[in-house]
């Protein structure tokens, strides 16, 4: 069975300096992003160890550490790729469009993805997603990595609002690790994910 592992980053830790200090990055990637993949694969074991025994005294506890894990792993593995040094500026194309069509404009959408963010209640991430029943982009809240999502489409967007992303440089400065995020997004990975994610058909008609 194939195990997760942690994804090589496109750039240095210190390539999106100023707007992301090196150490941060460091930490984030090799630290936090690490220990997710390390707790799915573990979670994914324990889970094996229980069918095998039948002993599912755990199951709540393993199912809940199995969301948290694998969708750390997710959401750290598309934020990586939504950053770039020559990140910036504004979305082009279908994916622009459907801003538009659905947002109401690009400022719109980002004033209402940068509220989502800076209101997270505890920890949690901002999130553009593509919400395949509908035909839809849609922004999302997300709670700690796996609540308050809607079930079936993925996140082409996302932005880490846990302290772990931002404190050791922003301290309580929020708004100001929000500025910086919209400095560094790499609008053509999302395109890439926006352009993905139309594929996805649910089967309901
Ligand atoms: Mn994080």
Redesign the pocket.
């Known amino acids: 069975m194939k195990k997760y592992t942690l994804p090589e980053l496109a750039y240095d830790y210190g390539a999106l300096e100023p707007h992301l200090s090196g150490r941060i990055l460091e930490l984030?990637h090799a630290k936090?992003?690490k220990a997710y993949v390390d707790g799915a694969n573990t979670v994914l074991e324990r889970l094996a160890e229980a069918r095998e025994s039948g002993d599912f005294g755990s199951i709540n506890q393993l199912e809940k550490n199995l969301a948290f894990h694998l969708s750390?792993h997710i959401?750290?593995s598309i934020?990586w790729r939504n950053l770039n040094p020559t990140g910036g500026d504004k979305p082009t194309g279908e994916l622009a469009s459907a801003i538009t069509d659905q947002l109401g404009s690009f400022d719109a959408f980002k004033a209402q993805l940068t509220e989502a963010a800076m209101n997270v209640q505890g920890s949690g991430w901002g999130a553009l997603s593509w919400e395949p029943v509908g035909q839809r982009v849609i922004v999302e809240q997300v709670y700690d990595h796996q609540g308050n999502v809607g079930q079936g489409g993925p996140p082409l967007l996302v932005l880490?609002m846990?302290e772990?992303?931002y404190y050791l440089q922003y301290e309580n400065r929020k708004a100001e690790w929000v500025d910086a995020f919209w400095e560094l997004v790499d609008w053509d990975d999302v395109a890439t994910r926006f352009k993905a994610a139309r594929t996805i058909d649910l089967a309901l008609g």
């Open positions: 984030h936090h992003h750390g959401l750290h934020f880490d846990w772990h992303a």
